[in-house]
């Protein structure tokens, strides 16, 4: 007989993550405070609601909205909000770490969370006007309204170019009319505020003519067609529905109009790092589940932990946990620096959401019968909740093919010289534009790009076809002006500073009536460090 103390080493509940040996070095005292706070406020509210979450599916409104509510009290539901629209003013972080920390009881419930408090909430965030803002953002921070972000629809999924969804101006009622079906759009049939993309301008490509709109489903026009039975992340309300010749007032169109591609790429990065913490939650309770039943569960006059077919297991789940919150928070403290993530964020929600998948796997496989069967330890959830990881904000193919382009386009620059080791005066650091430049980008494009730098002379960038060139000058006839500081274009060349953070925080200032260019200036060049490698 094995004595219990050897069986029983910990009790259930969280313990063996909280054995992070260099969670000091990972996270600020401040964050581990805030850790522990969430966890407290999981355990305290989260916890005696997610079963009912789980088995009442979709879980009803009043439920969501009474819970919203509780978490808005705690300052949850605006983590990364200013303090001037209500919400608590934090970094990326925070919001991590409440993400994973629900995540671990409900992924379910971090899924409407997030679908609210980020997707949709970011975007106002950034292109909103202050009407937007104080109408839209507040309540969500406030956590008495809820929102929802629309991009999919039943013909358009991986590709977001192809959008059908189309919004066109009535000039006698002067408001836009949209029509089209969004599908998959979670919270969408509870939400108050749904942000929608569609076709501005059928002229150009979509990627240049899409606008984003806040659109409200208590106006006429919008009707919900079903919300959807889901394999996992049950409770959720995910959701078709449908446009029809909707009116949509002036002052709703987010960001500019034609800006909507924009917006869309803006918040991805922040997204994915999202998912990935989301995905840490979901496998947590799995992994500690399967440590614990390894050590109680005896087969052959042993634990089965003495097996290496199930100890070999638990070593691949733990190392590859590890990795997985290494690459998340290593992408998060990138984004929160302002440097260029898109790599690394994307690379953390593919192997984090694989993981999460591969993990809860092994976890139902090590506790054998009760690993499938619903009324032992109730992993099985976690196994279908981890399920979506790999599809939802991007499949895991779209992910693999977007660290590819970036590792080819960094490979055929050649070696990368660290950051800190660069010493470049501003008219070289100039004459070095086109060295950035993906010709294979610029097809179509003839313009005239005009530089004014507050503490510098002017300069002129001129794209021709594929050629690309630039000079000290001023010029009347730019289709574009881009006006900063030698400082941030400085950084941003460097690396640094990510342009499209710089122009939300009002550091870069571009000007033109050329949505179409804009659109390709912003994917017509990649500065890095390496740049100045001579
Ligand atoms: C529960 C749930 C919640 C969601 N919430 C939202 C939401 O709130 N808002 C929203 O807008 N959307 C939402 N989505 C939609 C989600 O983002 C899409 O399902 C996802 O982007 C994939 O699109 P798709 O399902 O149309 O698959 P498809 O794009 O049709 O893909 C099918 C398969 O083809 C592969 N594939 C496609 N293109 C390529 C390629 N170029 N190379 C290799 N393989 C490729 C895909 O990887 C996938 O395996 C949600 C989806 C679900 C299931």
């Known amino acids: 007989m094995?004595?219990?103390?050897?069986?029983?080493p910990r009790t259930r509940g969280l313990k063996i993550m909280t054995i992070m040996n260099d969670e000091d070095l990972l996270y600020t005292q401040e964050e581990l405070a805030f850790r522990e706070k969430a966890r407290e406020f999981v355990k305290k509210t989260i916890t005696p609601v997610a079963k009912d979450v789980e088995t009442r599916a979709p879980w009803p409104e009043d439920e969501w909205r009474k819970l919203m509510g509780k978490m808005g009290e705690e300052g949850y539901t605006g983590l990364m909000i200013p303090k001037k629209y209500g919400g608590g003013g934090k970094s990326l972080l925070y919001q991590l770490i409440a993400g994973e920390e629900i995540s671990a009881v409900s992924p379910a419930l971090t899924m409407g969370f997030g679908a609210s408090c980020t997707l949709s909430a970011i975007p106002i965030l950034r292109f909103g006007t202050e009407e937007q803002k104080e109408k839209y953002l507040k309540p969500i921070a406030e956590g008495t309204a809820l929102g929802a972000l629309g991009i999919t629809e039943p013909n358009v999924g991986s590709d977001t170019a192809g959008m059908q969804t189309t919004a066109t101006w009535d000039e006698n009622k002067q408001v836009w009319i949209l029509t089209g079906e969004k599908r998959f759009i979670t919270n969408a049939s509870i939400a108050d505020q749904i942000i929608i993309f569609a076709l501005t301008d059928s002229n150009v490509d979509s990627k240049s003519g899409m606008t984003a709109f806040i659109i409200e489903p208590s106006w006429p026009g919008f009707s919900v067609i079903q919300d959807f039975d889901l394999m996992g992340r049950r409770g959720v309300h995910n959701?078709?529905?449908?446009?029809?010749?909707?009116?949509?007032p002036p002052e709703n169109v987010l960001g500019k109009k034609n800006q909507g591609f924009l917006i869309l790429m803006d918040e991805l990065d922040t997204e994915r790092v999202g998912i990935a913490a989301e995905a840490l939650g979901c496998m947590r309770q799995p992994f500690e589940v399967a440590v614990e039943h390894s050590m109680k569960r005896v087969q052959f006059g042993r634990p089965i932990s003495r097996f290496e077919g199930i100890s070999f297991k638990i070593a691949d789940m733990a190392t590859q946990m590890r990795a997985a919150r290494l690459m998340t928070v290593s992408a998060a403290r990138m984004i929160e620096k302002g440097?260029?993530?898109?790599?690394?964020?994307?690379?953390a929600k593919l192997f984090a959401t694989e993981t999460s998948v591969k993990l809860t796997d092994l976890?139902?496989?090590?506790?054998?019968?009760?690993g499938y069967v619903k009324d032992f330890s109730g992993i099985e959830k976690f196994y279908r909740d981890a399920r979506l990881g790999t599809i939802g904000g991007g499949t895991s193919e779209i992910m693999r093919f977007l660290i590819q382009r970036e590792v080819y386009?960094?490979?055929?620059?050649?070696?990368?010289?660290?950051?800190?080791?660069v010493t470049v005066d501003f008219d070289t650091m100039m004459s070095m534009i086109p060295k950035g430049f993906r010709s294979d980008r610029a097809e179509g494009v003839s313009a005239l790009i005009q530089f004014e730098f507050s503490d510098n002379k002017n300069w002129l960038l001129s794209i021709n076809e594929q050629a690309c060139s630039v000079e000290?000058?001023?010029?009347?006839?730019?289709?574009?002006?881009?006006?900063?500081?030698s400082e941030v274009w400085k950084n941003i060349m460097?690396?640094?500073t990510d342009a499209m953070n710089a122009m939300m925080a009002g550091k870069i200032e571009i000007t033109t009536d050329d949505m179409d260019l804009l659109m390709k200036f912003a994917r017509m060049f990649k500065f890095s460090s390496d740049l100045f490698v001579i």
Do not use: C, H, W
């Open 339 to 347: 440097l260029i993530a898109t790599k690394e964020a994307t690379m």
């Open 2 to 8: 094995i004595p219990k103390s050897v069986l029983y």
């Open 409 to 421: 386009i960094e490979a055929k620059r050649g070696k990368i010289q660290r950051r800190e080791d």
């Open 239 to 248: 959701t078709l529905f449908k446009m029809e010749a909707m009116e949509v």
């Open 363 to 370: 976890a139902i496989q090590i506790l054998g019968g009760e």
């Open 494 to 496: 460097l690396g640094k």
């Open 472 to 485: 000290q000058g001023n010029s009347d006839s730019a289709l574009m002006t881009v006006k900063t500081t």
